[in-house]
């Protein structure tokens, strides 16, 4: 059974950090392409960041380009998202997806992420 399980989430301050953890399972973490996607309140979700199979490529959506840095621990089967210099936009449900952004065939649960002073 694929799992997708995310972890770090919280609220933080604008301009703070925080580092995400997508923990995955039942199925060889290595040979597929993985992404973060979020949707905040009241809109569609949308990709944020999408790195392959290997880690060598990567794309980020303009919003977070020098904010975001996506990375992956295969060793781990492990994907992250650090996210610094947060602002109050990025408030969302983030979730780790199998494949390319919103064209991932499994979603995790999502970890919630709140910009607020």
């Known amino acids: 059974e694929v799992q997708l399980v995310e972890s770090g989430g919280g609220l933080v301050q604008p301009g703070g950090s925080l580092r995400l953890s997508c923990a995955a399972s039942?199925?060889?973490?290595?040979?597929?392409?993985m992404s973060w996607v979020r949707q905040a309140p009241g809109k569609g979700p949308e990709w944020v960041s999408v790195?392959?199979?290997?880690?060598?490529?990567?794309y980020y959506r303009d919003s977070v380009k020098g904010r975001f840095t996506i990375s992956r621990d295969n060793a781990k089967n492990t994907l992250y998202l650090q996210m610094n210099s947060l602002k109050p936009e990025d408030t969302a449900v983030y979730r780790c997806?199998?494949?390319?952004?919103?064209?991932?065939?499994?979603w995790g649960q999502g970890a919630q992420v709140t910009v607020s002073s």
């Open positions: 039942g199925f060889t973490f290595g040979n597929y392409d």
């Open positions: 997806t199998r494949g390319w952004g919103t064209s991932g065939d499994y």
């Open positions: 790195i392959n199979s290997g880690g060598g490529s990567i």
